[in-house]
């Protein structure tokens, strides 16, 4: 089992900024970690859960058009943690935010349990 725990979350007002952390821990290893493709998605009330933003085994980034350009996603494999720095934050960036870790191999994907973000005008 694998587990991932997001943290960074909280309250903060439009234009503001916050950072997210999350952590995999368990049965994977710094060099499984690296080859998986990481994620962020975000699900807002009333809504499905969309994707924010990933990143390959390669490092190549993926954004959704709606924070291109305010949010960045970087891995640090050796620690098996990926990363979320949000800028400019609106209020309809407001959600909870789950990390995603895609399966490689034998080993399946797994989900964070979600960190709230609110962005308040």
């Known amino acids: 089992q694998v587990q991932l725990v997001e943290s960074g979350g909280g309250l903060v007002q439009a234009g503001g900024s916050l950072r997210l952390s999350c952590a995999a821990s368990?049965?994977?290893?710094?060099?499984?970690?690296?080859?998986?493709?990481l994620g962020w998605y975000r699900q807002a009330p009333g809504r499905e859960r969309e994707l924010v933003a990933s990143i390959s085994r390669d490092g190549i980034t993926i954004y959704a058009d709606s924070v291109k350009g305010r949010f960045t996603i970087s891995r640090e494999n050796a620690k098996k943690m990926v990363f979320l720095q949000m800028n400019s934050l609106k209020p309809e960036d407001t959600a909870g935010y789950y990390c995603?870790?895609?399966?490689?191999?034998?080993?399946?994907?797994?989900w964070g349990q979600g960190i709230q973000v609110t962005v308040s005008s």
């Open positions: 995603h870790l895609g399966g490689v191999g034998s080993l399946g994907s797994y």
């Open positions: 368990g049965s994977i290893s710094g060099s499984i970690f690296s080859i998986c493709d």
